[in-house]
């Protein structure tokens, strides 16, 4: 059947957000060490703080709230939650400078520091790196461009609907791509409960095998498409392995990949 739309995943599949944290972190830690001193490594530092912000994270009893939208701990370091319309995102609003600044601390902690006023600053600082690193794929524009108005093009993505507005506010050509973009925190499910992709395809109005899902999550954006029926394209940079509970349609290490995928299903 021939694919009329490919719906695309937003994170570590157009963006790079992984690398986005990891030098936000970075950069951060490099701070804390300058500010402390030698006694204490930004590698270290980085381990504990994302220890201590998952399990901070995990005790809150918004958490399976989260985990149903699709929003990591390393999300909330940086998040505002200042949109949805769930009651969840008013006590992560108001969670949120709490929780950045108590997993610096509670981290610093770990190596031997107690500094509360440091760990505000670092807290500060890690969303502003975070938010001056909106790194994007080199294929990324390529592959939008060849597929724009030869399919519909969705954009389907975890998280916040204010902090994923503010990575496509980011990289601002981004957006215009899209016919569709569907958020998980405005629709109130998200990856990989089958409503959000059902709702995808009513938005598309295509048949489950005319669309492609194109994300590099096999538990959200696979495992999703997969139970609707749609065609799924696990986007596999880094060579993973994988069991076979979750089985892809197809694998890629590229997104140009894709052309011959849609030619082989007309």
């Known amino acids: 059947m021939t694919i009329k739309a490919v719906c695309f995943d937003l994170d570590d599949t157009l ?31 980085e381990e504990a703080v994302r220890r201590e912000a998952r399990g901070l994270y995990e005790s809150y009893e918004t958490y399976p709230f989260t985990t149903m939208i699709g ?8 998040a505002t939650f200042s949109a949805g319309e769930q009651p969840e995102f008013r006590q992560l609003e108001q969670l949120a400078p709490v929780y950045r600044k108590e997993s610096w ?28 690193r909106p790194h994007i794929y ?54 990989p409960d089958p409503s959000i992709f059902q709702h995808a395809m009513e938005l598309l109005d295509i048949d489950p095998r005319e669309g492609l899902m194109v994300g590099d999550k096999l538990t959200t954006d696979i495992k999703g498409a997969l139970s609707v029926g749609m065609n799924a394209v696990w986007v596999n940079r880094e060579h993973k392995s994988r069991n076979d509970e979750i089985v892809p349609d197809y694998e890629i290490t590229r997104l140009t990949e894709l052309y011959d995928i849609i030619a082989g299903l007309e």
């Open 15 to 45: 963006l790079w957000d992984d690398r986005s944290v990891k030098e936000a972190f970075a950069a951060t830690c490099e701070n804390a060490v300058k500010k402390v001193g030698t006694a204490l490594q930004a590698e270290q530092l």
């Open 105 to 132: 601390r509670r981290g610093l902690l770990a190596l031997g520091v107690d500094n509360e006023s440091l760990a505000e600053e670092l807290a500060e600082q890690f969303g502003r790196e975070r938010r001056s």
């Open 138 to 191: 080199e294929e990324t524009f390529e592959v939008l461009q060849e597929l724009k108005g030869k399919v519909k093009l969705l954009l389907l993505t975890n998280g916040c609907p204010a902090l994923q507005q503010e990575k496509l506010d980011g990289v601002p050509e981004l957006a215009p791509y899209f016919d569709e973009i569907l958020i998980s925190g405005s629709f109130g499910k998200g990856k």
């Open 71 to 78: 929003i990591n701990p390393f999300e909330g370091l940086w």
